[in-house]
């Protein structure tokens, strides 16, 4: 069965680094999405992206953060100057149509010392 | 492996009538289940949730009921309003990790 996969399961960066963490979609998936769970707190939107631009952002999704489909494949979500509280797990989404199932990766758990 | 699954991609209901939204686990280790629902063109927003110590929740129009000898719950909505239309997404969580169900669409018809 096919799946979104996630890399890495789990990242510990200093504050102030850059972390980029990557995502493969389904193969023949068009819309991709990312999210993020810090510990103990509900599920939250960060981003939507569909034909290579951010359809919808949150306002969690500053300027710290971007996306990107370099290779037509992988899916990436880059945080430029981390900081203690983006220390979350994060998934990764994809589905084939815009409002079809979405699929989820098991999650880049990222720690921000 | 899905751990968690929605097995209906869709689910059409007349307003003023029952949705019943179902979902399947495999992970005995769950210890609580949530239910989002996700308008078209915005991110997911939490609905209700559910211990795994419990057998039922309910608030307002909506109750969780589970079932873990089957390792099944429902989100039951009554009655049911066109504004409920959406997709809604059944997630189990265990100590460091979120599962999730592949969503059911919902249309109540007016």
């Known amino acids: 069965e096919p799946e979104v996969t996630q890399t890495p399961s789990h990242q510990v960066t200093q504050m102030g680094q850059e972390v980029i963490l990557r995502c493969v979609p389904i193969?023949?998936?068009?819309?991709f999405y990312w999210y993020r769970q810090i510990l103990g707190q509900k599920v939250e939107f960060l981003v939507s992206f569909y034909n290579n631009e951010i359809s919808e952002k949150s306002e969690i999704f500053d300027d710290q953060f971007s996306v990107e489909r370099p290779d037509g494949s992988n899916f990436t979500l880059k945080i430029r100057s981390t900081k203690l509280e983006d220390s979350a797990m994060y998934f990764c989404?994809?589905?084939?149509?815009?409002?079809?199932?979405?699929?989820f990766g098991e999650g880049s758990r990222l720690t921000v010392l | 492996d899905q751990q968690v699954k929605q097995n209906s991609p869709s689910l059409s209901v007349q307003e003023g009538r029952i949705s019943i939204l179902n979902c399947d686990y495999t992970n005995s280790m769950f210890d609580y289940f949530l239910w989002y629902k996700k308008y078209p063109a915005e991110g997911p927003t939490f609905l209700i949730s559910i211990s795994s110590i419990k057998d039922k929740n309910e608030d307002g129009r909506f109750t969780v009921f589970l079932n873990k000898s089957a390792k099944h719950l429902s989100l039951h909505i009554v009655p049911s309003q066109p504004g409920d239309s959406a997709v809604y997404f059944c997630f189990g969580a265990g100590a460091n990790n979120l599962f999730f169900g592949t969503g059911t669409r919902l249309t109540v018809i007016p």
């Open positions: 989404a994809s589905s084939e149509i815009e409002f079809g199932e979405l699929f």
């Open positions: 193969s023949n998936h068009l819309y």
